[in-house]
């Protein structure tokens, strides 16, 4: 914050904070020395005065004595020329201030006195203060190189009320202390007996020194608040007043805000002449008494000169696309209420105009063309310059859909697009699946997927024009793997106290070798080589196993009903084999909650229609529809989603028709 507000300075501020902080009422300037020549303090030693103002220490010092001892005041100098010095290079104080007339060494000091020093091991400052004899001095490295070494002048101030001396660095305070005591009447710039002078010394120009204990009657007050409106190119004249009217005053223009054609008379507080431009002007005016005791006033004025050029309210860029139709309306404006003229000085030939439009077709090539109009109020005119961007067709990607591609196969897919200015420049904002690549030259997607599923892929692509135009959208990349599978029935029916051998296999429709595991068993029945093994209890009961296949990345379940019954021949008594009719079993157990099993026989391959129907007829379970090898099978039923009451089931194979009643308990 302090290097941005240190940066600000510029010519006319730096003047204006001089002025308005100098000339605030009840203040006496005691001391405002340019430093062109010795005119105001007493020149000790060498040194050199500079032309344009400033003077330059050769060993010397020059001493200011306000006449008078000041309790609130300040005491400011400006400063250039100068860069902090490296480490081991000479150093010096150029400003300080003192109580106690020749005590300007500091040597058996009686008095407050301050010193601001620069050079060598400062960073870059050091400042101090001491209020009386025998009182604790204060002294603090304070600033940055980079605050004074870009070559503009600084100010430097010391303020000081009584008992609280402040330093601050081109209006910035740097720091305060509060003293017992603090009051000064001597001055010095340049090198003391003490120090040595930084090479090469600094130039120190425009001294200060202000007393702020003057009476507020000793104040010469600018009583004009504002200036009369004023017409551009009409005769304008207003004269500033004081509130001593009678009293000579000196005035100074402190800014340059004053239209070309106007002059100020410092002598008169006279402004005159013929405005040659029109707005808003904050002229910035100071007047001087010539008793340097009586302090001045420093004011800001509004000043109107009328009758503003047109202005423009249409954008000053416009575009359409190849072989389409163009129209573009110019809108101006005299602030003033003038009426304006316009007319249009350059436009392409493919462009007509009806009043203040233009209007055509553009042309088939992508280019940048303009139009130039003239606005004009009669006495002030402004031109404007429109581009007109001729733009290609906007760019479309043509691939909506990915093909699907295939876990562990070769994939390549090309992109295309329309319109705009080949070549495209494509992107893939997505991940694509481990294995694919994309290929912004070949525009192609490509490579052997290493993992399967759904992905969601983020394409953009851009022309070759400038600005470059493009297109986006997200396309669905689907890598399928299908998931393996168990071949073996729903339900298998054992018998108590029976040894088990049952084969299982299973199968990946990817080719990809698979893995067998039982996830869900009863405690007699385990897995093991691709069998399942075990001796079914002494009981009759109903229990289930889940087995569990995985290829690598995709894996899936398949459940087991295992019904151990006292008498499996119960089913049907004297089966033999082979199934030589058609059957329908009643189902077991019945009643049933919430499992049972249906057992069905196919005499010969045929297509089976296996229904379950409530006690209304309607059908609310298609147990199967499908073609049986020759074989007995039973289905496994659940029923936790049906309502408590009586069932049908049927069965359809062939010529063969049966019903069979199930009732549910719960």
């Known amino acids: 914050m302090l290097l941005s507000l240190y940066h600000l300075k510029i010519k006319n501020l730096f003047i204006i904070l001089i002025f308005s902080s100098l000339l605030l009422r009840g203040q006496k300037l005691i001391v405002q020395d340019a430093l062109k020549d010795s005119t105001t303090g007493l020149l000790q030693g060498a040194g050199i005065f500079l032309t344009k103002g400033g003077w330059r220490s050769a060993g010397g010092k020059i001493i200011f004595d306000a006449g008078h001892i000041i309790k609130n005041g300040y005491f400011e100098a400006t400063m250039r020329g100068w860069t902090a010095p490296a480490q081991g290079v000479k150093k010096s104080h150029p400003l300080a201030g ?15 006195y301050f010193n601001w020093r620069i050079g060598s091991n400062y960073n870059p400052f050091k400042v101090l203060a001491k209020p009386i004899a025998g009182g604790a ?60 002078l930084t090479n090469p010394a600094p130039v120190i120009s425009d001294v200060i020194i202000v007393d702020r204990d003057l009476p507020s009657s000793d104040t010469l007050m600018i009583s004009t608040q504002s200036l009369v409106k004023g017409r551009y190119l009409e005769f304008y004249s207003d004269t500033l007043k004081t509130d001593r009217d009678n009293d000579y005053g000196q005035w100074l223009l402190l800014n340059d805000s004053l239209p070309g054609g106007l002059n100020f008379d410092i002598e008169t507080g006279i402004i005159q002449g013929t405005p040659k431009s029109s707005g808003i002007y904050h002229p910035i005016v100071c007047v001087r008494h010539p008793d340097e005791w009586v302090a001045g006033d420093t004011t800001s004025l509004l000043l109107e000169i009328e009758n503003q050029k047109p202005v423009y309210f249409s954008a000053d860029t416009a575009q359409v696309r190849i072989n389409e139709l163009f129209a573009y309306t110019i809108r101006t404006k005299d602030p003033d209420g003038h009426s304006v003229q316009l007319q249009c000085i350059n436009y392409p030939s493919w462009i007509s105009l009806t009043d203040s439009t ?49 876990y562990l196969a070769p994939y390549s897919y090309q992109f295309t697009a329309t319109g705009g ?45 400038t600005p470059a135009y493009g297109d986006t959208t997200t396309l669905i990349l689907r890598i399928k793997n299908q998931a393996p599978q168990i071949s073996l029935p729903d339900t298998i029916v054992l018998k108590i106290n029976e040894d088990l051998t049952i084969p299982v296999s299973g199968s990946d429709p990817d080719g990809h070798p698979v893995i067998l595991s039982l996830v869900e068993r009863p405690s007699w029945l ?47 008594p004297g089966q033999s084999a082979e199934p030589v009719n058609f059957d329908l079993r009643q189902n077991f157990p019945n009643p049933m ?26 059908r609310v379970r298609c147990l199967a529809d499908c073609d049986f090898a020759r074989g007995y099978y039973q289905k496994h039923v659940k029923a936790s989603s049906l309502a408590a009451g009586v069932y049908y089931y049927t069965i359809q194979m062939k010529d063969y028709y049966a019903v069979k009643k199930l009732v549910l308990i719960k």
């Open 98 to 112: 003192w109580e106690i007339k020749d005590q300007y060494t500091r040597m058996d000091q009686q008095g407050s």
């Open 137 to 196: 001095r204060l002294e603090e490295h304070i600033g940055t190189n980079s605050m004074v070494n870009d070559g503009k002048p600084d100010v430097y101030r010391v303020e000081w009320n009584d008992a609280r001396v402040t330093f601050s660095l081109d209006g910035i305070t740097l720091i305060s202390w509060q003293l017992s005591r603090f009051q000064l009447q001597y001055f010095t710039i340049g090198k003391d007996d003490w120090y040595e």
């Open 358 to 406: 233009a209007h055509g077709t553009a042309p088939d090539v992508p280019q940048d063309t303009s139009i130039t109009w003239i606005a004009s109020d009669g006495d002030l005119s402004d031109t404007m310059t429109v581009i007109i961007h001729v733009l290609p067709k906007t760019v479309n990607i043509q691939s909506d859909i990915f093909p699907d591609g295939y």
């Open 421 to 465: 200015v080949p070549p495209y420049h494509w992107e893939i904002n997505s991940t694509l699946p481990r294995g694919l690549l994309f290929d912004p030259d070949s525009m192609k997607i490509r490579g052997t997927p290493l993992e399967s599923g759904t992905f969601s892929i983020r394409l953009q692509v851009q022309d070759s024009w």
């Open 526 to 572: 385990t897995l093991t080589d691709s069998m399942m093994v075990g001796t079914t209890p002494s009981e009759g009961q109903a229990a289930m196993a889940v087995l569990q296949i995985t290829d690598g990345d995709l894996t899936s379940n398949h459940t087991i009903h295992l019904l151990v019954y006292y008498n499996p021949s119960d089913m049907n």
């Open 593 to 618: 909650n919430p499992e049972t099993v249906i057992g069905f026989s196919v005499a010969e391959r045929c297509h089976v229609t296996l229904s379950l129907f409530n006690a209304k007829g309607q």
